[in-house]
Antibody, heavy 119, light 111 residues
Framework: EVQLVESGGGLVKPGGSLRLSCAAS????????MNWVRQAPGKGLEWVSS????????YYADSVKGRFTISRDNAKNSLYLQMNSLRAEDTAVYYC????????????WGQGTLVTVSS | QTVVTQEPSLTVSPGGTVTLTCASS?????????PNWFQQKPGQAPRALIY???NKHSWTPARFSGSLLGGKAALTLSGVQPEDEAEYYC???????????FGGGTKLTVL
């Protein structure tokens, strides 16, 4: 069974940093691209970042570029999002999602972790 | 700034049929945008329903179907059930440095 479990969310002050993790199981993690998607309270979904299976290709939304860094450790079946210079508008539930390139779809999603940026 | 537009809200009666659409600010949506549709219920993670315009995941109920309609991506629910009340999001692929853009979502009410 495919499982994605996010962790690392919490309350952080503006300008602070946080590192999110996504633990994957039930599939060959190293064969799939992965994504982070976020959802501000009461708002819609926003794609944040993508990383290819071997980390060769990395993309960011303009809203986070230069502040967030996506990475992965295929040996640990884990995806990460290092978030620096956090702003109030980064407050959201952050989801990791598996990407199936042959279908061009985000098929499995984690349950999300809440990041709150507030003084 | 690319914008993907969906109806903010729609209402349908149980057993009825409703079509949700997804438009791109760049022009007509084609299969090359690989339209995806997701369902999200309150307090839950999004669930994938449709990929690459019209393909269903193994868990997608048969009453959900995807298509291209009048230059937009479309999600049609036929024989709507009360449990279909949810927010629905489309996702389009633009390639390049910012490959994916979500629509703003459609809140579907079954009444």
């Amino acid at each position: 069974e495919v499982q994605l479990v996010e962790s690392g969310g919490g309350l952080v002050k503006p300008g602070g940093s946080l590192r999110l993790s996504c633990a994957a199981s039930g599939f060959t993690f190293s064969s799939y691209s992965m994504n982070w998607v976020r959802q501000a309270p009461g708002k819609g979904l926003e794609w944040v970042s993508s990383i290819s299976s071997s980390s060769s290709y990395i993309y960011y939304a303009d809203s986070v570029k230069g502040r967030f860094t996506i990475s992965r450790d295929n040996a640990k079946n884990s995806l990460y999002l290092q978030m620096n210079s956090l702003r109030a508008e980064d407050t959201a539930v952050y989801y990791c999602a598996r990407y199936v390139s042959s279908w061009s779809t985000f098929d499995y999603w984690g349950q999300g972790t809440l990041v709150t940026v507030s003084s | 700034q690319t914008v993907v537009t969906q109806e903010p809200s729609l209402t349908v009666s149980p057993g009825g049929t409703v079509t949700l659409t997804c438009a791109s600010s760049t022009g007509a949506v084609t299969s090359g945008y690989y339209p995806n549709w997701f369902q999200q219920k309150p307090g839950q993670a999004p669930r994938a329903l449709i990929y690459s315009t019209s393909n269903k995941h193994s868990w997608t109920p048969a009453r959900f179907s995807g298509s291209l309609l009048g230059g937009k991506a479309a999600l049609t629910l036929s024989g709507v059930q009360p449990e279909d009340e949810a927010e629905y999001y489309c996702l389009l692929y633009y390639g390049g440095a910012h490959p994916w853009v979500f629509g703003g979502g459609t809140k579907l009410t079954v009444l």
